[in-house]
């Protein structure tokens, strides 16, 4: 009788409203590309790479994730589902069994619309039960092959690259040693998510290839091998990997996402042990790691070993190491003193995380370790006494989450043993029903709390001298408009860099979005930040804080002309207010043009972009299409235009090749850039050529 109704239940439903199940890559591609933009324009930076944060989204594009028989850890790992939407999906699979189609998906309380839109993408419902532990032979006989050859450079001529004498390159940091190719190559063999054996090698411009320094060839070299599926060894890891852990307090490698338009966001979704695939030279552990499982508990442990950039005191008589002063993050190895820097440090963790894991809870304790070859040693100033010194480190935290109903109560609890200092975060999500879900997060981070590898929810950098209050709330005001809003204050009770004294702020946001059909939608934001910094007016003695607010406006429109053609505009308007700079502004227009017509092998995305901007300060970050694995959030300011052409051509049903060209055209400069990074001229020219061969 049960299954009657459920059948006759999802009659009805699919006899009613109606919602498109058209599934192709450029629907993809706007859910990947919102994902990026949510983590870029926090983190205000050009230089990043996502590969690990999209590389589950492409995968189970390409291999639909089967909502039947999925795991909660599988759910999570798309990054689109909160946990009482996961937790909702299990438990009405578990009192009414397998789902009939997409359609029923409807009839859960908490299943927005704009849900089931974003993740239909990604998954499938049927009844076939997908193979639970793999042998050797199937990997081998279903694995894929995938190779990746990649080639960027910017075009004109950088003061960097200038011809000099021996003498004045080997005693000057204004020049690079190498050429401005950047390469990159990655081979890679894998089965589902459960087996994965890859080696990925880059080489940035202005580094040198297989001479000087870089005898080897690549700068940067990564390989790795895992494998997932065991009863008992679930996973296991060797070479380079990552670690998640909770809320990003204690141990979190790589990008996380912070505070953006998704409001239901907030909460970290941890993936326990993952191999890495990425080419930030910082962001991951080297060495070995496995977790072990027993029914609901579990087990994951890890060692690494690894060297890292640092800046170190040598001594003078035996050439030791007498201490560390600074981390260097950016992994380019192009100048004298980059060079220097290059794995002068040898980094030494490992720690444990043990787990229970149930349904609708979750808690798990850690213990990591951290240790350096050198002891960091820095100058004292009045901003940074609290910031850590010595050589080794010991963090513990406890985590948890927990689903009631509608509810979903998380947080975590660090210490620091060489402070005794703590970190402390507290969420909740609610959803009080599909039209109406709000959340609220409070997070304590002492001045003196330092952990290498983390990524709790916070305004600043770290996770450490920082407190705040957010509370966010999303609206389903009709089927066709919805509203996104947030607040958040937040205060630094410790000094920072060019902060002389305890300071505070707020950040808010709103956004209402009219989606009226498959077609068209229509988002304004605005969004307001406000943080104290050092007043620019001093009269030697005392520094006074004064508030530097920034306003952003933004007006996006996507429209879909045809199956093949989508359009996407954008005007977005910034102010920056601070007393003793004055007030400036600045804007952007953007137009894309996207073409991906289902029958070609010919993909192509356009932009002409125009923009004016009174400063650097009033920089506009926005997110351009580029090659699969290629990331480009470049800042627009001053005044001038920029256009792209990217172009994909799939030939063989096995190559693809992406072919990208970018100009910017600065109408006010006479020069790009400064330092061995300036460009003589008004015009700055980007190519990228990637290849990739998939068997």
């Not at 296991?236 to 979190?252: K, R, S, T």
């Not at 943080?531 to 006074?544: L, M, P, Q, Y």
Request: contains cysteine.
């Amino acid at each position: 009788m049960m299954r009657f109704r459920k059948y006759l239940f999802s009659i009805l439903l699919m006899s009613g409203p109606l919602f498109s199940l058209a599934q192709n890559e450029t629907e993809k591609q706007l859910i990947i590309q919102s994902r990026i933009e949510f983590i870029s324009e926090q983190l205000e930076t050009e230089d990043l790479d996502l590969t690990d944060v999209i590389a589950q989204l492409n995968y189970y594009f390409d291999h639909p994730l089967n909502l039947n028989h999925a795991s909660m850890e599988e759910l999570r790992q798309l990054n689109l589902l909160s946990d009482i939407q996961i937790n909702e999906l299990l438990l009405h699979r578990e009192l009414y069994g397998k789902l009939i189609s997409v359609y029923e998906l409807q009839a859960l309380e908490y299943w927005d619309m704009s849900t089931i839109r974003r993740v239909l993408p990604f998954i499938k419902v049927d009844d076939k039960l997908e193979q639970l532990h793999v042998n050797l032979k199937e990997i081998i006989r279903n694995g894929v092959f995938e190779g990746f050859v990649r080639y960027q450079r910017i075009l004109e001529d950088k003061s960097a690259y200038q011809s000099v004498s021996d003498s004045i390159l080997q005693s000057s940091n204004s020049y690079y040693h190498g050429d401005p190719n950047k390469y990159y190559t990655r081979f890679r063999y894998s089965y589902r998510t459960n087996f994965s054996i890859g080696l990925t090698a880059e080489k940035d411009a202005g580094e040198e290839f297989f001479q000087g320094s870089q005898a080897n060839g690549f700068d940067f070299y990564s390989a790795h091998a895992y494998y997932a599926g065991g009863k008992y060894l679930r996973t296991v890891a060797l070479g380079d990997y990552q670690i998640q852990i909770g809320q990003g307090l204690a141990l979190w490698s790589g990008y996380a996402f912070r505070k953006n338009a998704d409001v239901m966001n907030i909460k970290r979704s941890a993936i326990p042990l993952r191999p890495y695939k990425s080419v930030d030279e910082t962001r991951f552990f080297r060495g070995a790691a496995c977790e072990l499982g027993l029914g609901k508990f579990a087990l994951t442990s890890f060692i690494s070993y690894k060297d890292v950039d640092a800046t170190v005191t040598m001594d003078t008589l035996s050439n030791e190491e007498i201490q560390a002063s600074s981390i260097n993050l950016s992994g380019l190895h192009r100048t004298n003193s980059e060079i220097a820097r290059k794995n002068s440090l040898s980094e030494f963790i490992f720690g444990s995380n043990f787990r229970y894991k149930s349904r609708s809870f979750d808690f798990g304790l850690s213990g990591i370790y951290q240790s350096y070859g050198s002891a960091f040693i820095k100058d004292t100033t009045s901003y940074n006494q609290f910031d850590f010194r010595g050589k080794e480190t010991t963090v513990f935290s406890a985590d948890y989450s927990w689903v009631r109903r509608n509810v979903n109560f998380f947080g975590e609890l660090a210490y620091a043993d060489h402070s005794s200092s703590i970190a402390a975060l507290q969420g909740v999500l609610i959803a009080l029903d599909q039209r109406a879900s709000v959340s609220f997060l409070y997070r304590y981070y002492d001045k003196a709390y330092h952990s290498f590898y983390n990524a709790g929810f916070s305004e600043g950098s770290k996770t450490q001298n920082e407190q705040g209050l957010y509370s966010g709330m999303r609206l389903s005001l009709t089927r066709k408009l919805s509203l996104n809003a947030y607040v958040d204050l937040f205060s630094f009770p410790w000094l920072k860099y060019q902060v002389d004294g305890p300071s505070k702020g707020h950040e808010y946001l709103i956004q209402p979005t009219y989606k009226p059909n498959r077609e068209l939608e229509i988002y304004f934001r605005f969004r307001e930040q406000s943080r104290e910094k050092n007043s620019r007016i001093s009269d030697g003695s005392v520094t006074e804080l004064e508030a530097n607010i920034q306003r952003n406006y933004r007006l996006n429109l996507a429209y879909k002309v045809t199956e093949s053609v989508r359009l996407k505009s954008r005007v977005e308007y910034v102010t920056l207010s601070r007393e003793s700079l004055g007030d400036q502004d600045g804007f952007i227009i953007t137009q894309d043009v996207i073409y991906r017509p289902k029958s070609s092998p010919l993909d192509l995305s356009m932009r002409y972009a125009l923009f004016d901007t009174d400063s650097y300060d009033t920089r506009i970050y926005t997110y351009e299409n580029n090659a699969l694995y290629t990331f480009s959030i470049p800042a627009y300011y001053y005044r001038g235009s920029r256009a792209y052409v990217l172009l994909r051509y799939t030939f063989f049903r096995k190559l693809d090749l992406w072919i990208r060209y970018g100009v910017s055209v600065f109408d006010n400069r006479d020069s790009i850039g400064s330092g061995p990074e300036e460009i003589s001229g008004n015009r700055k020219t980007d190519l990228t050529i990637q290849l990739r061969l998939k068997l």
